[in-house]
């Protein structure tokens, strides 16, 4: 198909009147059963201005870990690392690390190996470097799976480097407290999160970056009263929405002109793995006068810390609390160097990279 103005033409045409339209204007699912005089009181409304952001005088530290993983002929090798960043210290510690000074000194392996042979086990694995493992946790090789290994690998980190972190005053923590790991072996899974579960406490805050995918919210408003209530006030529909992140920046949209402040939507109270998690949503506005949000999922074992908190430590520019961007930053700046620096050894050594890698060499 092609436009008597050429392509540009074409594809301004098609993204205002067509894509735009869609994406923008959400079906309207009608309510058979009307409540009549719903008021939303302040201590029943479920989406609320923050007003006024707390100030905090106590450290606040965040983690996170990165990974990268590289497809040779003859196997796979995957490399994590993890920071922990202090908002008032700056760098609290990282691994592995290149200045001893400034490493979290874990116990763990950062690297991950996974070769082609399906044999049984030979009597070198047990002479492996503790920084090297070729086994997962309950005890078989690595398959030859990039999400799986990362995964496993990355996590066991984290969840190490949170247990020399828990005696901060506030821990914020990349993702959710306890996440689903469904590309996982079950008992894989089952061991990763019961290390998880020993270590969380009360101080600690998961912030869900990546909200387009989750349904926690919508889920929570698709019967009762609370719903009805949620359309009469703010007409829009959590049942016109496949994810949570839609369904706030319409609701946002719709409901609330500039100066945009941040919005708190919540809170959910639910239980995971036998264990109570508190969740609420931020809407962090990027600018009071532009209708562009950062959507946040913020989860804690508690109540009594308000969501809000996290706004204290100012918000990045990619609309996450600055200590985490810090963490983000700092782990994958170690993981591209350590990576780097296996690369060129093991290119010495005479391994070749796989057609795979090859590609993404080439940015293909």
């Known amino acids: 198909m092609e436009a008597g103005g050429g392509l540009s033409d074409l594809l301004n045409s098609i993204v205002t009147k067509y894509i735009i339209f869609h994406l923008e204007s ?6 058979l059963d009307r409540v009549e005089d719903v008021s939303l009181s302040p201590c029943d409304d479920t989406v609320r201005i923050v007003e006024k952001i707390p100030k905090l005088s106590s450290e606040v530290v965040a983690v996170d870990g990165s ?5 040779l002929s003859q196997g796979l090798i995957s490399v994590s690392s993890v920071s922990a960043i202090s908002s008032s210290k ?9 200045e001893p000074s400034m490493s979290l000194d874990l116990q763990e392996p950062f690297i991950a190996l996974a070769t082609p042979f399906t044999g049984p086990e030979r009597i070198e694995d047990f002479l492996l470097h503790p920084a090297v493992s070729r086994v997962q946790m309950e005890g078989n090789p690595f398959q030859q799976d990039l999400t799986r290994l990362e995964t496993e690998l990355r996590f ?4 190490s480097s949170l247990e020399k972190v828990k005696d901060s005053p506030l821990v914020l923590v990349d993702g959710p407290l306890l996440p689903k790991f469904m590309y996982l072996n079950r008992k894989v899974a089952q061991r990763l999160i019961q290390r998880r579960k020993e270590v969380l406490q009360k101080n600690f805050v998961g912030v869900v970056k990546r909200v387009n995918h989750s349904t926690v919210l919508i889920e929570s408003l698709k019967d ?9 006030k703010y007409r829009v529909n959590p049942s016109s929405f496949s994810n949570d992140e839609a369904f706030l920046v319409h609701l946002v949209k719709r409901n609330f002109k500039p100066p945009f402040r941040p919005l708190v939507v919540g809170p959910l109270e639910g239980k995971q793995e036998e264990m109570e998690i508190f969740s609420n949503y931020l809407v962090i506005p990027f600018h009071p006068f532009l209708e562009r949000f950062s959507i ?15 706004l204290s430590t100012h918000i990045s520019s990619d609309g996450i609390p600055l200590p985490l961007a810090f963490a983000d930053k700092v782990a994958k700046e170690v993981s591209n160097a350590v990576f780097n620096m296996l ?7 005479g391994m070749q990279s796989s057609f795979y890698s090859r590609l993404e060499g080439l940015g293909a």
């Open 224 to 232: 009762g009263k609370v719903r009805e209530r949620m359309i009469m």
């Open 26 to 31: 959400p079906p309207f699912n009608q309510i």
């Open 90 to 98: 700056g760098i609290k510690g990282m691994f592995p690390s290149f």
């Open 296 to 310: 946040l999922r913020v989860e804690s074992l508690t109540d009594s810390i308000a969501p809000e908190t996290i």
């Open 343 to 349: 690369l060129q050894q093991l290119s010495r050594g």
């Open 67 to 71: 990974s990268r993983s590289f497809v």
């Open 156 to 159: 066991s980190l984290e969840t």
